[in-house]
């Protein structure tokens, strides 16, 4: 008996560990919707790009898509990363007929996952003209304000700007203080100059960086201050640079708004929504360097009820931006969630995605449309397809991959969902035998924890395997049983 009882927990321990780890592939891993690359005549090496799309250890097999049509990844210009371990894919040698959406499926016997569309876009970026280092003579105190002048590039590219040592030119630190500030469109502002900011040994580099550089950037111009001492402890404050009156931002973006004052003490800056509350919990913390140390209000995630009239002020003066936010789709909460449930059961997807115009929702299964599918009344969508209801659910025909997409004239958004239909014999999840010890006249309730699907039945049995009988007053019985008054040590026997 003991050897019979130690093989089934042995089988149910087997199967518990299978069942957690068993169902459709889960992606971990993908590269953006947007991929830049460029080619680079003098280094090949830097040419290489790498399409991710990495799933977990469930997955059985990877192909790709490009256009809508099945890409053949066997070529010297395209290898498998990691093949048969990895659905990335390595353009070793990218040129202009790579170009083109990519998307990736990861598949095994329960379904498949996608990825979202990824855009390879060829992009280029040219270099700064050489200039010697400028010298700039400026007092104590003064605002300044340095420009830099992009080179040409596709996409537009984007000014940084570098603390560089004179004494040795591969220590560059980035520039990260409160009265020094880079604006939106790449000037360096000084609220208010220090005399440390003319070190001899300083100079403050601009620098070109762009998706097609994939982290690097190019160096361009090179200024060092001159700083004359000053008595003056007082200047005016003054507007420098602000964003303009009226700003547009997609829903699910980022909003970031500025206010860049001059003036000696430094100006502290108080940002203010007039037509409501400030979205606290979506904002970047006012006092770190990401949000310039107050200067920049950012927004995290925006929502459509973040348009309205925002304020700064700093001393005196006052700045007003007006922000309207265009509704690309966008996830109200959170995208559809992985579900697990028994052969059987009802299950449910949501799709609440949110947007103006209203996004239209679409449902896939394993990479095809609902719609393409056999017709199955099981399957209802409800809220103008926000949720997609499975009656019944079949462990053969349900288990697998949804894709949920919500798009609308101004972008979409995309995401998987897990359906995992559980289909096997009910088990114990308890010793096989238990025994209580009981005072008289007391309750007691015996358990009955059983996992199955579809849903088992459980009857109780007394010890000659006889079906319990159900005394009113004295005991009952559903998944459980409460005995009000057993003298000896109960066992009691569950079976199904």
């Given at each position: ?31 953006g ?24 250890e469930?997955?059985?097999?990877y ?6 049509e099945?890409?053949?990844i ?8 990691k ?10 040698k990218?040129?202009?007929s ?22 390879l876009r ?35 590219p ?11 030119s ?65 200047h005016?404050?003054?507007?420098m ?34 037509d409501?509350?400030?979205?606290k ?52 909460f959170?995208?559809p ?7 059987e ?21 394993n ?40 798009s ?12 995992h ?13 238990r025994?209580w ?9 015996l358990?009955c ?48």
């Open positions: 008996m003991r050897l019979v009882i130690a093989q089934f927990l042995l089988i149910t321990q087997v199967f518990a560990a299978q069942k957690n780890s068993i169902g459709p592939p889960k992606l971990l891993e993908q590269s919707e947007e991929v830049w690359y460029h080619l680079d005549d003098e280094d090949l090496l830097k040419n290489r790009l790498t399409l991710r799309c990495e799933a977990d469930n997955t059985d097999r192909s790709w898509l490009k256009d809508g099945p890409f053949v066997d070529s010297e210009d395209v290898l498998w990363e093949e048969s371990q990895s659905g990335s894919i390595v353009f070793t990218p040129h202009a790579h170009q083109g959406y990519y998307q990736c499926f990861a598949s095994n016997i329960f379904g498949t996952a996608l990825s979202n569309k990824m855009h060829l992009g280029s970026l040219e270099h700064f003209p050489k200039r010697d280092v400028k010298l700039l003579r400026v007092k104590e105190g003064e605002s300044l304000t340095l420009n830099c002048t992009p080179p040409r590039g596709t996409p537009d984007k000014i940084v700007w570098l603390y560089r040592s004179l004494d040795d591969s220590v560059i630190e980035t520039i990260r203080s409160r009265h020094i500030t880079v604006d939106n469109e790449g000037h360096l502002h000084f609220s208010s100059v220090e005399l440390s900011d003319g070190k001899a040994t300083l100079v403050y580099e601009c620098a070109a960086t762009s998706p097609v550089l994939r982290g690097e950037y190019r160096s361009g111009d090179r200024i060092q201050l001159d700083i004359e001492p000053s008595q003056d402890k007082s005016p404050v003054k507007k640079s602000v964003s303009p009156s009226e700003v547009t931002v997609r829903a699910g973006g980022q909003l970031k708004l500025q206010c860049i004052f001059g003036g000696r003490p430094l100006p502290t800056i108080f940002w203010s929504k007039i409501g509350e400030l979205p919990s979506r904002i970047k913390d006012l006092t770190s360097h990401e949000s310039d140390f107050g200067r920049s209000l950012i927004v995290e995630n925006v929502h459509p009820d973040d348009a309205g009239a925002y304020e700064c002020r700093g001393r005196h003066l006052v700045h007003t931006v007006n922000v309207r936010v265009m509704a690309a789709p966008f996830w109200e959170d995208p969630r992985d579900i697990s449930l028994p052969e059961s009802t299950g449910e997807l949501e799709c609440l995605a949110g947007g103006q115009p209203t996004p239209i929702i679409t449902w896939s299964m990479g095809k449309f609902l719609h393409e599918l056999a017709e199955d009344s099981r399957r209802v969508l409800l809220d103008h397809g926000r949720i997609l209801r499975v009656r019944n659910l079949n462990h053969d025909l349900d288990t697998g991959v949804y894709q949920c997409n919500a609308n004239p101004l972008g979409y958004v995309f995401a998987n969902a897990f359906v239909v559980r289909a096997h014999a009910p088990f114990f999840r308890m010793p096989a035998a025994h010890k009981v005072v008289l006249h007391s309750t007691v309730v358990d924890d059983v996992d199955a699907a579809p849903e088992a039945m459980v009857r109780w049995v007394d010890a000659d395997d006889r079906p319990l009988q159900v005394v009113e007053g004295k005991n009952k019985a559903s998944t459980q049983i409460d005995i009000p008054d057993r003298q000896a040590t109960p066992t009691s026997k569950p079976a199904i």
